[in-house]
């Protein structure tokens, strides 16, 4: 058996890790696009690594948009296997996927008037929303720790990762004709803390792992902490400088764990009576899968239900769906907050929030999340002067906050304590994965410190045999 990493190798973003078995069947963890990089990103997306026509299986670990993101791009491309993943990813992809295709020809639609003022052929959409629709035809959900039978050779079972909704270790056990070998692949790992889903849960021994490590050399603060860090912050810009907050935020799992932390803020009467606007329809739309997967819940959320039942709506909360009530948002001078996607800041209604707040004094931004280096995100919160936003130049005399706490990822602690689910000594091998290259060699440093051995950080294009 041969593992290939032709995506998320010595980055953040665009996992793809390809397994061939002795019966050359060819098996991909996720298939992640990337992100961040501008107009090297779409040579990136569209340079596979593989034939779409050869892939059997898809095992996707969830439903971020840098793990399944270019399924509808290999669909369109004539790949026609299944795509096998947890019920709630599986829900979660279908209004991701095809949000993420309206976002192309959108994009693709700007980039080409631009080509036509410069003489050069319009150029099609890596994807459309109608591809990303067709393509959930092949989606298979399986509910967790349960194992499923790809065919007589190959095994999977997912075991909850406490990332994100639906998020899962994938443990795939396939028989060889020199016996049975076990991979266990992280995804992205979750934290205990996470104020609405269960805490990771260990999974079974493996003899090779690929798992994550984007804060391989972070650590993160308390959530008690980052709730008064949130809390001041609203106060400080709404209150006492009469501005506004915007806060850049991953549609599905941190807007829903920041509108949590608000309603648990309004419940116990510290909230400003200030308008709080959830400006993204697939943050709305997401919000309702949450609604539907109780069962991913942990027991902070469960209990606080039962006095109120709709933990993600309050007074004054607006989940705003309109392009035109979007506009009326910025057309607004009284303070407010105005929570909208992308968490990296690279697309979507949030720039238009940006261009309208970012150059007034009176104004925040708040990052509550990780953002690669190359994206609008880092480039704010690095201390950019100016940034290009929708191709005008802006001065930054916004405020600039970050709260990590909010983070999906584990900090390197929190990934060691939760990979030493494994024996150490039956561990064949370990391969890094999704993270930039520091975090990445610190992570490995920490980890030999704890004695795990044998670790190997694969850059792009690398295969190993196991």
């Known amino acids: 058996m041969i593992v290939k990493f032709l995506g998320a190798a010595r980055e953040v973003t665009g996992s793809k890790h390809l397994i061939i078995t002795q019966k050359d069947k060819k098996i991909l963890f996720d298939c992640g696009l990337y992100q961040g990089k ?4 779409d040579s990136l997306n569209r340079d596979l690594g593989f034939d779409p026509l050869e892939i059997d299986h898809i095992i996707l670990s969830h ?3 840098d793990h399944s993101g270019l399924i509808p791009y290999i669909y369109k491309l004539g790949f026609r296997g299944s795509v096998i993943c947890t019920d709630a990813t599986r829900d979660l992809c279908a209004i991701m996927l095809a949000d993420s295709g309206a976002i192309h020809e ?9 080509r ?6 319009p150029v099609e959409p890596i994807y459309t929303r109608k591809d990303a629709v067709a393509c ?3 989606f298979i959900g399986v509910a967790y720790n349960r194992k499923f039978y790809v065919d007589d050779n190959i095994k999977v079972k997912f075991i909850n990762s406490g990332h994100m909704l639906g998020s899962s270790v994938v443990m795939l056990e396939v028989t060889e004709t020199d016996g049975k070998r076990t991979i266990a692949y992280t995804g992205d790992i979750g934290r205990k803390t996470n104020k609405i889903l269960m805490p990771p849960n260990a999974f079974p021994q493996a003899d090779y792992l690929i798992t994550e490590a984007t804060y391989g050399d972070r650590l993160h603060k308390d959530l008690d902490e980052a709730r008064e860090d949130l809390l001041y912050t609203i106060r400080h810009t709404c209150l006492e400088k ?3 907050l915007v806060i850049p935020s991953f549609s599905v799992g941190r807007t829903q764990e920041i509108v949590f932390t608000l309603n648990q803020l309004f419940n116990d009467g510290l909230l400003p009576r200030i308008d709080i606007f959830v400006d993204s329809p697939l943050s709305v739309n997401a919000t309702e899968i949450f609604r539907m997967h109780p069962e991913c819940f942990n027991e902070e959320i469960e209990q606080e239900m039962e006095s ?3 933990p993600f709506g309050f007074d004054r909360l607006y989940y705003v769906r309109s392009v035109e009530d979007s506009k009326r948002i910025n057309e607004r001078r009284e303070p407010c907050v105005i929570i909208s ?6 697309a979507g209604r949030v720039k238009h929030h940006l261009a309208n707040t970012i150059s007034n004094e009176r104004n925040s931004i708040l990052a509550v999340g990780y953002c690669a280096p190359t994206t609008l995100g880092a480039k704010i919160l690095r201390g950019d002067k100016e940034v290009s936003i929708h191709g005008n130049v802006y001065p930054v005399r916004a405020e600039i906050f970050r709260i990590d706490s909010y983070s999906g990822h584990a900090d390197y602690k929190e990934m060691e304590e939760y990979i030493s689910c494994q024996d150490k000594g039956q561990l064949k091998k370990i391969f890094l994965v999704h993270g930039e290259f520091e975090a990445q060699e610190a992570y490995k440093g920490y980890l030999e410190k704890c004695g795990f051995d044998n670790i190997e950080i694969p850059e792009k294009g690398d295969w190993s045999y196991l």
């Open 38 to 41: 501008g107009l090297e990103t």
């Open 63 to 65: 439903a971020h948009i």
């Open 106 to 114: 959108s994009d693709t639609i700007k980039f080409n008037k631009k």
């Open 116 to 121: 036509a003022l410069q003489g050069l052929p």
């Open 136 to 138: 959930m035809n092949l």
């Open 242 to 244: 009469g501005g506004k």
């Open 308 to 310: 109120d039942p709709d």
């Open 341 to 346: 996607a992308s968490g990296m800041m690279e």
